[in-house]
């Protein structure tokens, strides 16, 4: 599957603007500043398709990015501290709209840093994906900061806290060595096919 033929399709900022869901979608969801820019440019090898940001909590857009069989779509971090309340909500009711819709959803990977145990928010999201029935797995990011006897014990802890979501797929990643790249694109294409 061609993951290099890429566009920037659309930023919808409410409801309302979001596209038809004309394509089997992959979605990408996580704290803001959890690497999740930076996991989509890997996956399509560009360098500013989605933009790695200076400044945590900007990204208050669905953004669309239009590939040949799919489209990834990149929901706006969530959980920065210093956004305001309005903004909170504006972000639920974008978010919540976009799954509310009847939406060709194939996969939703759910972002989460390695190095450190998940937020409320992080909870909240996959407690919100399971109960929904929705096909999701974790990526486990930026690996390359820990040493390897933190990998292990960081995945072993991870591995445990959803032990009871049956079948999660769980993969480890790095956008700094590209670890894990190639796992996540098999397992886009396995469920597109599907
Ligand atoms: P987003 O807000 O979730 O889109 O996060 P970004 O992709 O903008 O990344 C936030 C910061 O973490 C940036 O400084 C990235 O360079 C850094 N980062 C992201 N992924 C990794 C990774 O796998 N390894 C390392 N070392 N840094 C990363």
Same mark, same amino acid.
Do not use: C
């Given at each position: ?72 779509? $990149? =929901? +706006? ?10 903004? #909170?909500?504006?972000?639920?009711? /974008?978010? *919540? ?69 049956? $079948? =999660? +797929? ?10 894990? #790249?190639?796992?996540?694109?098999? /397992?886009? *294409? ?5």
């Amino acid at each position: 599957m061609n993951f290099n033929e890429v566009q920037f399709e659309f930023a919808a900022g409410t409801k309302e603007q979001l596209p038809k869901s004309d394509m089997p979608e992959i979605v990408f969801s996580g704290h803001s500043n959890v690497g999740k820019s930076s996991l989509i440019n890997k996956l399509v090898q560009r360098k500013a398709l989605a933009r790695v940001s200076a400044q945590p909590g900007k990204t208050a857009t669905i953004n669309f990015y239009k590939l040949r069989e799919f489209r990834m779509v $990149d =929901l +706006p971090g969530y959980g920065y501290a210093k956004v305001s309340k309005n903004e #909170k909500k504006r972000w639920a009711e /974008l978010v *919540e709209g976009y799954f509310a819709q009847e939406r060709n959803i194939k996969l939703i990977i759910q972002i989460l840093d390695m190095r450190h145990p998940p937020t409320d928010d992080d909870l909240e999201m996959v407690d919100f994906l399971y109960k929904s029935n929705y096909p999701f797995a974790v990526v486990l990011t930026k690996r390359d900061k820990l040493n390897k006897t933190n990998q292990k014990l960081q995945l072993e802890y991870y591995q445990d806290i959803f032990s009871t979501i049956e $079948d =999660l +797929p769980m993969i480890e990643f790095s956008a700094q060595d590209g670890y894990g #790249k190639e796992e996540i694109k098999a /397992l886009i *294409e396995s469920h597109i096919l599907q």
